[in-house]
């Protein structure tokens, strides 16, 4: 397996009474694509934050290619590039300046790259930050964090404010720095299939910490639902046990989240007098309602 590029070590982030992001730790292994996943308000863009220097931890520490992220700032920046959840640029400046303003601050530029993405993107050199749409600031900002070809990519929501066509171009283009480039990316994300469509691993994060975490395909596999009619009433230990996670029940009908070993689930359940019992596989979105708090009310 790839070391890990990016590594966070019980990561907490208290800003007065809250604790934004609690003992957060996770590793990110070269070459791969990252996603943390959430809610508003889950931790995401603070962990992110950290990880520039930006925001400074209560305690915890992180790492990003060997650099300490608080203490050796300067030296990680000129390596990893960030899109930051804020698109705020110098409004006044026209595409043009800004790009070269960006070119100043690094020995190295890939001016191929950014004029062609700039031209696969559609974005005016000439065009004013300022009247640039939500998508267009978005994409500006992703070859700002390109354009210096680094060997780490922190993304905030990338895909926020573009439409489906240049979706797909900036996936492709990730995909492309990972296979192509060997880049390491971590990004954060609310589009659960765009996520599953390119991430290798993903972590859920809930109330600043992280609920689950694994390779997706993993817990694709490790996660599956129940669902069974009985024809008559279970016994109530029969839902007492590790594997299951979640039980939603209306009447005799139950659908039961289980983690680890289904088949053993599965092999009880055929024990009881049932008229239905199925397997169903769950895919991220699925998941993610599981860990950051699906609403009661939803049937079976």
Request: proline share 4%; glycine share 8%; aromatic share 6%.
């Amino acid at each position: 397996m790839n070391e890990p590029v990016i590594e966070v070590c019980q990561l907490s982030c208290v800003f007065g009474r809250v604790t934004a992001v609690r003992e957060v730790s996770f590793a990110v292994p070269q070459g791969s694509i990252f996603a943390l996943v959430g809610r508003n308000g889950a931790g995401k863009t603070t962990t992110l934050k950290s990880l520039m220097g930006l925001v400074r931890p209560a305690s915890g520490e992180a790492r990003i290619l060997g650099l300490d992220c608080q203490k050796q700032g300067y030296r990680l920046r000129r390596r990893v590039g960030y899109l930051p959840e804020s698109r705020a640029n110098y409004a006044y400046m026209t595409v043009s300046e800004v790009l070269q303003f960006a070119r100043s601050l690094h020995s190295c530029w890939d001016e191929d790259w950014v004029r062609d993405s700039l031209s696969e993107f559609d974005l005016s050199p000439g065009k004013r930050v300022g009247d640039l749409s939500a998508g267009m600031k978005t994409q500006l900002g992703f070859l700002l964090a390109t354009g210096h070809r680094p060997d780490v990519l922190i993304l905030d929501e990338p895909t926020a404010g573009l439409d489906p066509v240049r979706i797909r171009q900036l996936l492709r283009l990730l995909v492309q720095k990972t296979a192509q480039e060997g880049c390491t990316i971590l990004l954060s994300s609310h589009a659960l299939h765009h996520v599953e469509r390119i991430a290798d691993h993903v972590a859920v994060m809930a109330d600043g910490q992280i609920e689950t975490i694994g390779q997706i395909e993993d817990l694709k596999h490790s996660e599956k639902r129940i669902r069974v009619v009985f024809q008559v009433d279970p016994p109530q230990e029969l839902f007492e046990r590790d594997e299951i996670v979640r039980l939603q029940r209306d009447g005799r009908r139950f659908l039961v989240t289980v983690q680890g070993n289904p088949e053993r689930v599965m092999q009880d359940f055929r024990r009881i007098p049932h008229f239905a019992l199925d397997l169903l596989d769950m895919n991220l979105e699925e998941m993610f309602w599981e860990y950051t708090g699906r609403d009661e009310s939803d049937e079976v």
